[in-house]
């Protein structure tokens, strides 16, 4: 609102204050309708029904989540969907969750995921879609266990990765870049003080975890309830802040074993930046992903900055082709905020259409780009960017949708 707020304005505030008041909210939370098509042990697998007025087609995409975080986070708010976006353009859509943690899960480590839980569901995709090829779009952890598990086994059937806000260099993360040099300072046994808590407790609590997200964004917090009286008059702004709220407080725990894997390996010994990760009695090297990836790093992203996540592409050698995309936002605005629409989304779309209607088990040469000589010019020109010009918002040369909006945050 204005400093002065203008008549409209003001009608517009005091209807949408009567609308919270009466109604409990502005947002329009109701979950897209799905179906559960397959589970396991902590794996869910669920289809979305197709909308009736769209033809379902075209190769499936598999929403896969973090541990730890609601897999609302694809499904928002109806408006801010990225599954309803989907399912407007007909793509026939799963997601795999993985139901509440108890302390009976506390043995579970990250390779219950990436070599049970995340090959599964793309399997039971492929097999649900009539033998397609299914895109994998991982957010956060999630994107990792996408990753992983495709180095695991290349004969999944997978179209396309896509990888979001999917950090591989830890030590340029915010909140824990000071300090790691204290979490060095364990006894010579190993077993220090968060050691022996996560032992005892079977995991990192569900307090824990929603505290460590909010704290990602303090900013955002100390400035809420300027922001809310600020927008009043915005319905869409207050119903983005009521979805983002109700995702904050259904997030769950971490099991004991794999939290400890998440501290010691990724944390303390940010494995992931060697890109080689050895979990169980198993090696999994990222260099092995043969298939296209597509890399998405939010602009304001406070767990997953631009460095962290670009750490990720020096390991994605044997990958057919590699895109990676600044967007803005947070780690979940750049997932399914209200900007997310126009940016995120739209690059993602492009990605599926390039990346669909292909045989499962085909294994094509590299595709050349589909402009020809003008694109490869605009990477040569690219190549000789400052590293600074490359972590501009709006740098990509090949971005298809307008980033002039993108490219005012920089400044």
Avoid at 131 to 157: E, M, Q
Avoid at 249 to 273: C, D, E, I, S, W
């Amino acid at each position: 609102m204005d400093l002065v707020p203008k008549p409209d304005q003001v009608v517009s505030a005091a209807g949408n204050v009567a609308h919270k008041v009466l109604y409990g909210g502005l947002a329009d939370l109701r979950p897209m309708p799905r179906t559960l098509i397959d589970e396991g042990m902590m794996r869910e697998l669920y289809h979305y029904r197709p909308r009736a007025t769209v033809r379902e087609q075209g190769d499936p995409v598999l929403l896969v989540t973090p541990l730890a975080a609601p897999a609302i986070c694809f499904d928002l708010r109806r408006g801010c969907s990225l599954v309803e976006h989907l399912l407007s353009t007909g793509r026939p859509t799963y997601l795999v969750e993985y139901g509440q943690v108890s302390f009976r899960d506390r043995s579970l480590g990250m390779e219950h995921w990436v070599e049970d839980v995340v090959p599964a569901a793309i399997r039971e995709v492929s097999r649900h879609a009539g033998g397609r090829p299914v895109h994998v779009v991982g957010w956060s952890l999630g994107g990792i266990f996408t990753l992983l598990a495709a180095a695991v086994d290349a004969g999944l059937p997978i179209a396309s990765l896509t990888a979001v806000g999917t950090p591989f260099d830890v030590s340029q993360v915010p909140l824990v870049a000071p300090l790691r040099p204290l979490l060095n300072l364990n006894p010579t046994d190993g077993r220090g003080a968060i050691t022996r808590a996560y032992q005892l407790m079977g995991g990192a609590p569900t307090p824990l975890v929603r505290w460590a997200f909010q704290l990602s964004s303090f900013q955002k917090m100390v400035t809420k309830p300027l922001a809310v009286a600020s927008h009043l008059d915005d319905t869409d702004f207050l119903a983005q802040l009521e979805a983002v709220d109700r995702f904050t407080a259904n997030m769950t725990a971490y099991p004991g074993r794999t939290f400890g894997q998440l501290y010691h390996r990724f944390v303390k010994g940010n494995v992931l930046k060697t890109g080689e990760v050895v979990l169980g009695e198993r090696t999994i090297r990222l260099e092995t992903i043969t298939a296209p990836v597509l890399v998405f790093a939010g602009a304001t992203d406070g767990i997953a900055p631009v460095g962290a996540v670009r750490a990720l592409l020096p390991h994605l050698s044997s990958s057919e082709e590699v895109r990676f995309e600044i967007v803005p936002g947070g780690h979940l605005g750049m997932l399914t905020g209200r900007r997310a629409r126009g940016t995120t989304w739209e690059v993602l779309d492009e990605w599926l259409e390039q990346w669909s209607d292909r045989p499962a088990a085909a294994k094509p040469a590299r595709k050349t780009a589909r402009k020809g000589t003008a694109k490869k010019a605009a990477k040569k020109t690219a190549a000789k960017k400052t590293a600074a010009d490359k972590d501009a918002i709006g740098a990509n040369p090949t971005r298809r949708y307008g980033s002039g909006g993108s490219r005012s945050l920089a400044r």
